[in-house]
Each structure stands twice: as structure tokens, then as C-alpha cells.
């Protein structure tokens, strides 16, 4: 153990159904390892921990701490916020008060941004603190990781939804024969191709997607839908809420940005369905998760959820070996067999990088994956979680956000 | 056994997760008790029974037909079609040929009409033939039945998927801080309602519920989700596809209308969104599931499933003690304790009548529902089914559709 001193972790962004894993892994190996030290937990990541608001995890009920391996959500609450140069002074200040000399923040592209900027104030500053992130994010978009935790479970809903929804599809004879699934993803197509895990034969769904990384054309669309309309009677698209065409433009932007600047997207699905009920005159439905598809620990992988939690563990492990500014990240063997061992990555490499999919994993009419991202995916959706259940419905847990909350001002 | 010949079964209308429960009860039961007569399958309902698309369900495999315990969408395929009388005298020519005396029709309000007027049909014609009908709809909107196969597993999806996405509406503090649900149930709001079942706590999700059995206010509406969003700073709302106002107008028609002339809706979510956006300039997210509510088997009911399959099964006990015209239905026992058997209904009572919510299981803000409904429906939604897996998704099965099909005119 390099330094002496206390532990933070926080979490940042949308959630995953596997987050929760990330940040049990890091408290119960600090717990184990951390030499006595607190680890405290930071209430609604960056923000609230510059607003004050942290609390010392160890006053938690182990049973808690436990239940966060098969809670979704946010256990510690999350949020979307954008440092400045201000804050991070203050963050300094902060973390100079409570003795913190271990801080994991546990998130996606942006969240990574304001991991690696608190280490470079850290560093700037001279205060000794090891900055480690761990990735989260179901949009996997995170460079220089195999994948990132949090995609294998919501690859696995959607895909159990494509099937599921398929099969309702093609088992009813009525005029609404064109279904449609708009997947998450803002310029990242791997959710999207998520659904190309559920096809077993060419009648059964997906039988078309449309990825954010290759420019939509609504006329070649439309003779898609068509040609597999005439085939088979019924059409399964899966398309990205981040759709653009030719020239870069949201096929379906919305009028909002959020506090990073990136649009706010919906309606692509509503969009696709008119078109083809104008143009095609074919009754289509379309079927939006949302945030379902970020939340749906009750059917998320088991491998995902324990590459979450080792993740988090191994956050921890590298900290205590005095490892700092770095992601840690998945590292996948070369082979048929699935094989998978944590590593790491400078965070400076992998703050604000978008991963996309390789354009040479997309067929060339555009619509459709190749085997490549098939033999990539489907070993991350492997295995179901045990998840308690009360009352018919999983008995997800609550970590107490009032218990052993932080004084950053004690009455002198 | 009262009468000597084969017996017809068919689904009709849209499926349940648990659909095909009913379909393996029946087929189970009456090779064990039909005394060697053929079972056949009608493909796609009524209408492909009128296009002679039939197959002998004693050539599939006995693994397929159990895999029917498992397996969502109308493993027989089922149809939306509403028959005439010209119909009825080719369905009982139909009947003749193929000397079918028993007639199991599978499906919601609109089936057990096609159900009931194929036994007056083959009554005024003096042809015996045992005629039942078996529940079926996620919408849990036929009479004279304390509940409906298939909606318990709707209804466990839903207040999953509620619980599961509330965790996130909670956790994440950024702008998008109302979230909406859109659930299915033309007319009747037994699906919307069974959102209620995720609450455990005043702040979790959800906090106003809205049905289409009392007419919507949007000032009241917007008043509502105001309050909420003033106290816990998150709002979350599911609303039923068919929502109307005082006059009884949609608050979001459709322009098209189904075979029995029934407005197809869609769109209340992103109705609600706009408004809310608009006037209290809050940001919302609506998720609409779709037919994910009516074929996630992977999280279906336990309860619901077995149910689903003692409707079949007792289907054919009723028809073989020489019982016809009549629908199998569910009767629960008084007491707190869940206890349901098997009873029968007149299909002329059931057709096309329409059963929806208690007024009294609506708060007198009509803006959530009572704990007589959360009594009512939440020991609906106990265990979960065990589904075969393959590479990580559920292992479906597929009737074979071509294996034995009925020749209706053989060469003479």
C-alpha cells in the first residue's frame, strides 16, 4: 500500500443493469485490503461529492453491500455534469479535508473525462491521490477495452427481445407486419446490433438492422422492407435512435441537448413506422425499451456481472499497487474460447473516444451484421443472475444515502 | 366419452407469454384421454382452418409439444377474423370431412364469439361437435373468469419493468426527470394498473397510474405530475394506450382500425411527453414496451403458466363429459389465502363483453388505484418459469407446420 489514507467511490452516467457490481467489487476489496482505511461512497457522483454529500460505506449492512450484485440503477446515485476548473480546486479541497487518497469513479466516456481531469489536478496540485476509472456503459463505446461491462446484459435483453417480439411477429396473421425495436446507442451501433444475437433462421427476427456508423437512405430502406416483405409476409427491424443520413444529420433529432452537448434522441422508431405505413402502405409497430434497456438486471448476463464486479475489484487492486490515471479494462484471449482478464489503459487515451463498430463487422448493403460481430457478442451475453425475489417481483436493494453521512464543516 | 371423433385446436387474436400452455394442456390431455382419436392444429386460427390449413399434432415430436410450456407467440400462429355466416357452413363442412367433434378455440373476448357462434352454427345444423372455449389475453378483460391466462405474466413483466426502470428514473439526476410508461389494454386498464404492484415505498416509482376506465383530465394531469416532481424531484407515470377524455375521445387515435372495427392506438406516451415538456417544461422519457408485454416468457408467471395449461387440459375434460358452449374460467376463493380452480362459463355470456376495473379500485383523484386491485392482482405474478437456454438467450421452440398437414380433398 503506496499511500495513507481514505478511499471514494462514485458513480457517473446513465446506469447499467451490472453497475451496481462495479462498486460492490470496489468496497468489499477495500474492505478487505484497504488496511482499515474508509471508503466512502460520493451521493450522485461529481456533484453531489462537490456538494458535500458522501457517506462512509462502512456503516452500510454487509447484506446491502451484498445486494448490490443483483440491484440495477444507480446504487449510489448518479449524475450528468461537466467539471470545471472551479470545481476541480474544490474536489481538491474535498478530498484534502477527508484524507482521500484512493478515488474510483465508476462510469462511461464522459465520466472517464472527469476522471482523467481529477488526476491531472491532483498531479498539477501535488496531491498524491490514485485516480483509477472503471468502465461502465451498456453503449459500449468505451476505446481500448474488449467491451465494456454493463453491454452484456443489455445485449442480452434486447436480444431476448428481438426473439420474444419475433416470435409474436410471425405467429399472427394480422395486417401490423412490420415490427420495429429502436435500440439505445447515440453514435455507436452495438446495441442495435444486439439483435442479431436472437436469429437461429433466415424467417426468424432480426431480418434487418441500421447502425449510426454507415449513413441511412430512406429509399434503400424502404426496398429493404419491401424485398423481405414479399418474401416472407412479415419484417423485423432493428434501428439505432442515432440514425444519420448522408450528410451527418439525425434522421430523427431532437430540439434538446444534454450537459455534455449531445442531442437528446427520440422518435427514430415512430419515424421508420410512418414511412413505411405511408410509402409502403404495410401496418408497421414500433416497440421503444428506453431505459429498460439500462436496467433489466432480472434477465442481465452472469458473465457481464462478474466482469462488473471484477472490475471494480480489480480497480482497487491496482490503486493499492500504486497505479494511478489509468481505465481499468477487458482484455479478451485470441481463440474460439471465451477467455477474459482485466488490464489497463491511461485514462487520457480513452476520455471523450467513441468506440464504433468496424465498418468491416457491417454488410455492404448496410443492413445487416456480419459473423465477426456475432462471435465478438455472443459470449458476453452467457448466463443468468440469481436474483432474490419477494412478492412475485425481484427484491432489489436501497443503500441508506442518510447513513454515516460525511461533515465536511465540524463546529469548531 | 360421449361422441366418437378427432379434436380441432386453434389460437386466435394476439398471443400471451403463456399461450401455448393452454395449447400443450389440451394436446397433452386428450392423448391421454381421447381414446386414440387424431388431435389436429388449425394454422392461424379460424382463417386457416377455412383455407384447409390443418396438421396432425400426433406426428410432432413430444418434446416440441412440452416445449410449448416455454415457448411465446401462438405456437399454432393465430389470426384476427371475424367470420361470416358463409364461413360457418364451410367451418362445419370442414368439421364433416375431417370428422371433428371437438372444437377447442383458444383467445380473448373476440375469439369466444368465433368460438360461440361455431356452436350455435353446428347446433341449428344438427351436427354434434363439443365446443369450448379456453381464456386467453393480456388484457384480463373477459367476464365471468376472476382473471385471464396470460395476463399474470403481463402483468409480472410490467411492474418488473417498472421497478427496474423507477431504480433508474431515481438514481440519475439529470434533466430527464419524468418517465413514462405506455401499456397495452384498449378498454380496459388491468395491464396499466398492474405497474402499482413495483411500489414499495412512497418514493419509488410509480406515482400516477391512469386508465382508461375514467375520462382524463390533462390540467388535472398536468397538475398531478407537478406535485410529485415539487416533492421527490422525479416523476413516474404509466398510462394506458387507450386513455380517454370526458367525451370519450382517444387522447391519441389512431387512424386505423382493426377486423372488428377496433381503433388501433398508438402514441399516448409521446402525447404525455410533449405536454409535459411543453407545459411544466420538465424533461420526459416514455418507454413503450409493446409486444414485449405479451411474450416476455423469460420473466413470465409461474402461477399464470400453470393456469394457462390447467385451462387446456380441463378444456378437454369438460368437452369428453359431453360439456359444449361454454369457456373454461377461473375461480378464485374468498379468503386471503390464493386458491383457484377450474369453472365454466356460457360462451354466449362471455362474447364480445368487455370486463374492466372495479370504479372502486380507483382513487378518488382517479390518478392511481386501490390496494383491493395490488390484493387482487399481485398473487397473479408469483414464480417464475424455468427456460431451457441456448448460447444465452431462452431455447424456443417451433411446431412444425408442414409435418403432417390434412388433405381435404384427397384424389378419388
Known amino acids: 500500500m503506496t499511500l495513507a489514507g481514505n478511499a471514494l467511490v462514485a458513480q457517473s452516467g446513465g446506469p447499467t443493469a451490472v453497475i451496481n457490481n462495479s462498486i460492490c467489487g470496489v468496497i468489499q476489496e477495500w474492505q478487505k485490503n484497504g488496511n482499515g482505511y474508509k471508503i466512502y461512497g460520493g451521493i450522485s457522483g461529481i456533484k453531489g461529492i462537490l456538494a458535500g454529500d458522501m457517506i462512509d460505506l462502512g456503516l452500510q449492512d454487509p447484506s446491502i453491500i451484498n445486494g448490490l450484485r443483483y440491484t440495477p440503477g444507480a446504487g449510489l446515485w448518479s449524475c450528468r455534469y461537466k467539471v470545471s476548473e472551479n470545481d476541480q480546486e474544490k474536489l481538491l479541497d474535498i478530498c484534502k479535508k477527508l484524507n482521500i487518497r484512493y478515488f474510483f469513479y465508476n462510469g462511461g466516456n464522459d465520466s472517464m473525462d472527469t476522471a482523467h481531469k481529477t488526476w491531472l489536478a491532483a498531479s498539477y496540485a501535488g496531491y498524491e491521490m490514485q485516480v483509477i476509472g472503471i468502465p461502465k456503459t451498456v453503449d459500449n463505446d468505451l476505446p481500448f477495452t474488449d467491451h465494456c461491462p454493463g453491454y452484456g446484459s443489455a445485449a442480452k435483453y434486447i436480444a431476448t427481445t428481438v426473439l420474444e417480439t419475433g416470435y409474436d411477429l410471425q405467429s399472427v396473421s394480422t395486417k401490423n407486419k412490420v415490427t420495429i425495436l429502436e435500440a439505445m446507442g447515440r453514435n455507436a451501433g452495438w446495441l442495435t446490433a444486439a439483435g442479431a444475437l436472437a436469429k437461429r433462421t433466415a424467417e426468424e427476427a432480426p431480418h434487418l438492422i441500421y447502425l449510426p456508423e454507415v449513413a441511412f437512405d430512406i429509399d434503400a430502406f424502404l426496398q429493404d422492407v419491401q424485398k423481405v416483405y414479399d418474401c416472407l409476409g412479415y419484417v423485423y427491424v432493428v434501428a439505432s435512435e442515432g440514425l ?16 455534455f452537448g449531445h442531442a437528446q434522441l427520440s422518435g427514430v422508431g415512430e419515424k ?17 425499451l428506453g431505459t429498460a434497456q439500462r436496467s433489466a438486471m432480472h434477465f442481465a448476463s452472469l458473465r457481464d456481472a462478474q466482469e462488473a464486479y471484477t472490475s471494480g475489484m480489480q480497480a482497487v487492486k491496482y490503486a493499492l499497487e500504486g497505479k494511478s490515471g489509468i481505465m481499468v479494462s477487458l482484455e479478451r484471449a485470441e481463440g474460439k474460447i471465451y477467455s477474459c482478464q482485466t488490464g489497463e489503459v491511461p485514462l487520457e487515451k480513452v476520455a471523450n473516444v467513441e468506440k464504433k463498430i468496424p465498418l468491416s463487422w457491417i454488410n455492404e448493403e448496410h ?5 465477426e460481430f456475432i462471435q465478438y457478442a455472443q459470449p458476453l451475453i452467457e448466463g443468468e443472475v440469481a436474483i432474490p425475489m419477494k412478492n412475485g417481483l425481484p427484491n432489489y436493494i436501497t443503500i441508506d444515502r442518510d447513513l454515516g453521512k460525511v461533515t465536511l464543516n465540524p463546529v469548531e
Do not use: F, H, P
Open 244 to 259: 444519420v443520413d448522408k450528410n451527418g444529420e439525425y434522421i430523427a433529432a431532437g430540439s434538446s441537448k444534454d450537459a
Open 272 to 288: 421508420l413506422k410512418q414511412i413505411i405505413e405511408e410509402k409502403l402502405q404495410i401496418k408497421a409497430r414500433c416497440n421503444i
Open 367 to 371: 443492413n445487416y451484421v456480419t459473423d
